[in-house]
């Protein structure tokens, strides 16, 4: 299956997939619209911006390991390229990770992790309390063990998002906002109108499946509530690096960001289109973050909000033709930024009418089973 | 010393107080000014809203018990005519209060304040654990003891402070959006003019020490951190009643809304004029509400807020001339919204140029050995 006439582009969607496959496109010489009606204000607004495809990594999870790789060595340079095209920073933070653990369960997945990165010849460093205080003087007497893992990065997502709307803006992508209703080859249907296309891209997140049958059903909304921390003049400084691990057996984040403020996430219920933050998703956060870092009290609670992971059966995304004209790039699960640069190289390799590369394969549609 | 004509009275401070004097001046045939750059978002919009003199009685404070009690009888009647003059709700809410304890210290309390009101003759009843949860079954199993006040009120502040501007509008109150500087016999003082006046009344919360000597240093702010909390469908229901008490020593509100709402209040911080919102004052609220409430972690966060309770040293609020001209009706510390029909009553009659009741010469300013 290869493109037609790739002209006009139609991108349904302005979280970071959107707006980066927009944005680059235009740059090829594409004329681009972009179909949203609030670019930039769904999961990808919420979302904590960490690169981070080791410290995810799981055995039975090679291909989307291989993917994140992929991608986060794709990321210095798609940042730089960012900064150069939007004239302004692109909010990555190169400090690396710390993964940390509490009890002896944690500790366990620690080492899960660890002997399956050795096992791909990617080793990392164990570290014992004591060597993670030194290098985070922030984490709590509880972080009893953790790895170093310099490799995965983060990124300031709002920061990101801004630059990625000034450099579609400036690559000539025109913004239509209004809310897509279908996907076909040819047009997005909207409330009242239709805008005609040669190639149509669906990067709409948890509303994919709303708007082509091949993906129907294949995303389903995976809530996380974030909560946005600034540190007061009085408290302890935070850590330079991302700190994150298992606290008790649950997920837990510390994403540092340039002007004192803390991401904090993230929870994870499967509970329907729900973006509520919950009294106990909160408590939970707030409880788990003063575990790893005690100093995290006399910090302020800036926000608390809420967003809907696209998560798909074998946590790969979904890229490639659904049919002639109509593309998906949607379902990155928690890794929609930092699987941003790979996809957009994806897209823009399959505009181009070319075969997608072997790696691209495991990301295929076709593998729903659906109707293509 | 008696107030000279009261034609134009201009009232420093867009609050609870402020907006009710204002509005009731301008009925009674007076011309005023409101003075407040944003009224209605200081301390009365983060309030909780309770008016609960008994559950708040200590011994020692007798002369605020009066106060209070007198000002709550008057609560109906305000409300009602509120109501009127805005065309909308007050807001009012009639369902009593529970006083409830945890541990043992905090049983000890409720008995201290039990003791003490039934020494006035003023009699509440005692309830266990079991009798309260037959109240109201959201209680969890940890609240072991409280008592009943039937007597205790609630009003949604925000409601109030919505029909209050409407009242004073329809009244005929002129709404000055500038912050005054200072205050002087016939005028108050803005960035770059005068307003000039026969009576000023300062209404200003904490701010209300920089606007004239005889206040300086007279209030201090402490800091309150309140949480907005909504019933999501599938969660219980709320209490009917507000349901308030020591928590392990520490105070903890829950103050029921006709919306499905819950106020959650309040920490108590004496820390300069700070108004952000810390992770541990979250912490603590949402453990404590948790422990009275456990149903309430599946509530949604709405919003969380902080803001300043102008208090004296003495607990009781400053009403009374601070010289010929200028009146002070300030310093209500967590007895804003209770105390503010008492408030009126006392500020018209001094307009009038009455001699002030035994009851307001409690909080004449004279005690503070000022200027006057």
New interface residues.
């Given amino acids: 299956m290869s493109g037609k006439s790739t002209d006009h582009v139609a991108v349904v969607g302005g979280g970071v997939v959107g707006l980066s496959v927009a944005w680059r496109a235009a740059a090829a010489g594409n004329r681009v619209s972009l179909v949203d009606p609030a670019p930039a204000s769904g999961a990808s607004h919420v979302a904590g911006g960490m690169l981070a495809p080791l410290a995810e990594a799981w055995p039975g999870e090679e291909e989307l390991l291989e993917l994140g790789t992929t991608s986060l060595d794709l990321w210095p340079g798609f940042a730089d390229e960012l900064a150069r095209a939007a004239g302004m920073p692109s909010g990555l933070r190169t400090d690396g990770t710390l993964m940390i653990g509490i009890d002896g369960a944690d500790r366990g997945e620690l080492d899960t992790v660890a002997g399956h990165l050795a096992g791909l010849g990617r080793s990392v460093t164990r570290l014992t309390g004591r060597e993670l205080r030194k290098r985070e003087p922030a984490l709590g007497p509880a972080v009893r063990g953790g790895l170093e893992i310099p490799g995965d990065l983060a990124v300031d997502n709002r920061l990101a998002l801004t630059a990625l709307r000034a450099a579609a803006e400036a690559a000539g992508v025109e913004f239509v906002a209004e809310r897509a209703e279908r996907v076909r080859p040819g047009a997005v249907e909207l409330a009242d109108s239709e805008l005609e296309c040669d190639v149509a891209v669906i990067s709409a997140g948890v509303r994919s499946g709303d708007l082509h049958p091949a993906l129907s059903g294949a995303i389903r909304p995976v809530k996380g509530e974030i909560l946005r ?1 600034r540190r ?1 003049a009085t408290a302890l400084p935070p850590p330079v690096r991302t700190v994150r691990g298992p606290v008790h057996g649950r997920p837990c984040y510390l994403v540092p960001r340039d002007d004192g403020g803390v991401v904090l996430g993230a929870t994870q219920y499967e509970v329907g289109f729900d973006t ?5 998703g ?2 939970d956060l ?2 788990d ?2 575990t790893v870092m005690p100093g ?6 800036v926000e ?1 909000t809420a967003g809907l992971r696209p998560s798909t059966a074998d946590n790969l995304p979904l890229i490639g033709w659904l049919e002639p004209g109509v593309l998906a790039a949607t379902g990155h699960h928690r890794g929609g930024f930092l699987l941003t640069p790979v996809t957009v190289e994806a897209v823009l390799a399959l505009l181009r009418g070319e075969e997608p590369g072997a790696l691209i394969k495991a990301t295929d549609p076709s593998r729903l089973g659906g109707q293509q």
């Fill in positions: 921390l007061r509520e933050v919950t009294v106990g909160v408590r707030l409880s973050a003063e995290i009290a006399e910090y302020t609670l608390a």
